[in-house]
């Protein structure tokens, strides 16, 4: 029940990532953070690093694993959420959008940085950010290092008043490495696909 509630694009577990690919990882930040014991602490974890390196793979493994230990938890993209909260306030139901984000013990950002936040959008972000600080946990993946926000969120102060708050109580795991996609794109090219 809770694994559907979470509304998760797949299940994804820490058994079927390749620890191999990035060329640097904490791994034994991700593995102790699979004990979720950083929601008892109402802890944040930030994912970091380019795209194609599993980052939504391990956030995924976790927020699963988070199910699993009757944790309830919720699974979004950053556009989406803003997408939900903004269409809410035309229609007079934006307290109970926010209560969707803030209520449950750990929610999952995905995809921080793709796309700039206009003023409405950042506001809003603060709000479930702030929000959270008070109910429970962030998984938050991004692409964009921490000065970096300034041009996601287009305003310096907030994106630091944001950083701050998941900083403050929160684990950063830095992925490096070149793009996986890339990777497997390129084997299929040479019809290597399949040969690992």
């Not at 750990?106 to 008070?134: A, H, M, T, W």
């Not at 996609?181 to 696909?193: F, I, S, T, W, Y």
Request: net charge positive.
């Amino acid at each position: 029940r809770l694994i559907k509630a979470a509304h998760f694009p797949s299940i994804k577990t820490v058994d079927t990532f390749d620890w191999a690919h990035p060329t640097s990882i904490p791994k034994h930040l991700v593995l102790n953070a699979l004990r979720c014991d950083f929601v008892e602490q109402r802890g944040h974890l930030i994912f970091l690093g380019p795209g194609g390196l599993g980052k939504t793979h391990l956030a995924q493994a976790i927020g699963y694993a988070a199910c699993q230990r009757e944790i309830r938890t919720l699974w979004t993209t950053a556009a989406d959420m803003i997408n939900r909260l903004v269409a809410s306030i035309s229609d007079h139901s934006l307290d109970r959008a926010l209560r969707k984000y803030c209520s449950p013990r750990l929610l999952c950002i995905d995809e921080l940085g793709y796309l700039p936040l206009d003023q409405q959008g950042r506001d809003l972000f603060f709000q479930v950010i702030s929000k959270r600080s008070e109910t429970g946990s962030v998984i938050l993946t991004t692409n964009k290092v921490f000065k970096k926000w300034g041009e996601v969120f287009q305003d310096n102060a907030v994106a630091t008043a944001i950083a701050e708050r998941l900083i403050e109580n929160g684990e950063l795991i830095k992925i490096e490495g070149p793009s996986y996609r890339v990777r497997k794109r390129k084997q299929q090219e040479l019809g290597l696909a399949g040969s690992e």
